[in-house]
């Protein structure tokens, strides 16, 4: 039996991604504003230990209109961010479709990566997230044998220098045992390196890597009260 390697220190991330029932819109003007501005106001609101970036995916999802990358060392954080938003005008008339919980920790197959958000590199334009689960043969097959897969795998991946990856762990947190959040200026670098990914051999140990949620970044809060036409 191995040794526990629980990671010291790690960071947590949630996607907490927010559909807006159609009957805010239909809201008198004057009600309509000043919930967006409560909403952008709690937004807003400097909590310390706790960071946030924006995402607008309004068009392009069903049952998501934008979401939000949080990041902190403690989860608490996360659920007072939340409760505070659901309390503003607005936030009574959102919908959590999706929440993604996962934290740091080192890649058993390449000690060497660090996410791109700990590295402290600016945000690209377009956001792909998806929670991914590997089947249980995966984890039952000898640890050099998956080590060689992963290496053709990650091998792909870098020739792609474009599209930046985060990847983030969920075992026990949430349904999922990774959520991974991909970073790029060119969308369609994305769709050819997730085609190219469906031939590896790892693919055959893929349970689920859905739902696929595009957003774009918002640099500025305003930016999604705008963007979602509000």
């Known amino acids: 039996m191995t040794e526990p390697q629980i990671p010291k220190d790690p960071t947590f991330v949630n996607f907490l ?5 159609p009957s805010f819109r239909r809201l008198p003007e004057p009600e309509r504003r000043e919930g967006a501005r409560e909403f952008l106001e709690e937004l807003k609101r400097q909590r310390p230990g706790l960071f946030i970036r924006i995402y607008l995916s309004i068009g392009l999802r ?4 934008f979401f939000l990358w949080g990041i902190a060392k403690e989860m608490d954080s996360f659920q007072g961010l939340t409760a505070a938003l659901l309390k503003t005008g607005m936030g009574k008339h959102l919908a959590l479709s999706y929440t993604f919980l996962a934290m740091t920790r080192p890649s058993v197959y390449n000690p060497m990566h660090i996410p791109a958000f700990e590295a402290e590199s600016a945000p690209r334009r377009y956001l792909f997230l998806y929670p991914f689960v590997k ?3 995966w984890y039952l097959l000898p640890y050099e044998e998956r080590r060689q897969m992963m ?5 792909i991946g870098e020739q792609y220098p474009m599209v930046r990856l985060n990847t983030t762990y969920s075992f ?3 349904d ?3 959520v991974l959040a991909f970073e790029t200026e060119e969308p369609a670098a994305f769709e050819d390196l997730v085609q190219r990914l469906r031939e590896t051999p790892t693919s055959r140990y893929t349970v689920r890597d859905t739902p696929f949620i595009l957003g774009t970044w ?7 009260i705008n963007g979602l036409g509000l």
């Open 17 to 21: 991604c927010f559909a807006l029932d």
């Open 62 to 65: 069903q049952d998501t209109d």
């Open 172 to 174: 026990g947190l949430g």
């Open 218 to 224: 918002c640099k500025e809060a305003e930016a999604l």
């Open 151 to 155: 290496r053709g795998h990650m091998a």
């Open 176 to 178: 999922q045992d990774f």
């Open 135 to 137: 089947s249980r043969e």
